[in-house]
């Protein structure tokens, strides 16, 4: 079955705890993105990749890291978060070609 | 700076009747426009799509309108169902960067039985 699957799917932490969520596809994408989603402001791209080691900014990447050493995996890492990163997280995958994404179900971060 | 609007935060229709959801852009350079469906606990699924060389394209009971003069896009649910109750984003991509996508900040439909 073609899916994005992101690990935890929730999570709360404590500020400056170093955490990652992982992502992984399994439809050999090139394209992959993290998105945070919150009340009245949409989707907001973090970052993205347009292949391996390909990696770029997206709207809100501060306090963010991505790395990308494989195709299928783009985890997000926050090296100290803090409470302004409570969010719903979301990662998605596409082709080269194609703009429909494919999004992972979330994570839930709540950073107290 | 929201590149990308949706002014209805939320929009309540009856089953059976046309569901239109709006969204309005304001760069010029956007030449590619999606619409994806979240239901509560679910990562956005792809609606349908659009490209600024057309005007309207429809898959089944969904159709977008495209108008570039005025910089915005239509969403036509006919006839509209209960299952439709979601949240609706449009997206739009700009031809000087394919990587990124700007997304609205949604849209609340609710079909009513």
């Known amino acids: 079955e073609a899916q994005v699957t992101q690990n935890p799917r929730y999570l709360i932490t404590v500020t400056g705890k170093k955490l990652t969520v992982t992502c992984s596809q399994n439809?050999?994408?090139?394209?992959m993105s993290w998105y945070r989603q919150d009340p009245g402001l949409g989707l907001r791209q973090i970052y993205y990749s347009m292949n391996v080691e390909v990696t770029d900014k997206g709207d809100v990447p501060e306090g963010y890291k991505v790395s990308r050493k494989e195709k299928r995996n783009f985890p997000l890492i926050l090296e100290s978060p803090s409470p302004n990163q409570t969010s719903l997280y979301f990662c998605?995958?596409?082709?080269?070609?194609?703009?429909?994404?494919?999004f992972g179900p979330g994570t839930r971060l709540t950073v107290t | 700076d929201q590149q990308v609007k949706q002014n209805s935060p939320s929009l309540s229709v009856q089953e059976g009747r046309i569901s239109i959801l709006n969204c309005d852009y304001t760069n010029s350079m956007f030449d590619y426009f999606l619409w994806y469906k979240k239901y509560p606990a679910e990562g956005p699924t792809f609606l349908i799509s659009?490209?600024?060389?057309?005007d309207k394209n429809e898959d089944g009971r969904f159709t977008v309108f495209l108008n570039k003069s005025a910089k915005h896009l239509s969403l036509h649910i006919v006839p509209s169902q209960p299952g439709d109750s979601a949240v609706y984003f449009c997206?739009?991509?700009?031809?000087?960067?394919?990587?990124?996508?700007?997304f609205g900040q949604g849209t609340t439909l609710q079909v009513k039985p």
């Open positions: 997206a739009a991509r700009s031809v000087r960067n394919t990587g990124k996508l700007i």
């Open positions: 439809m050999n994408h090139e394209y």
């Open positions: 998605a995958s596409r082709k080269d070609s194609s703009y429909e994404q494919y």
């Open positions: 659009i490209s600024s060389i057309k």
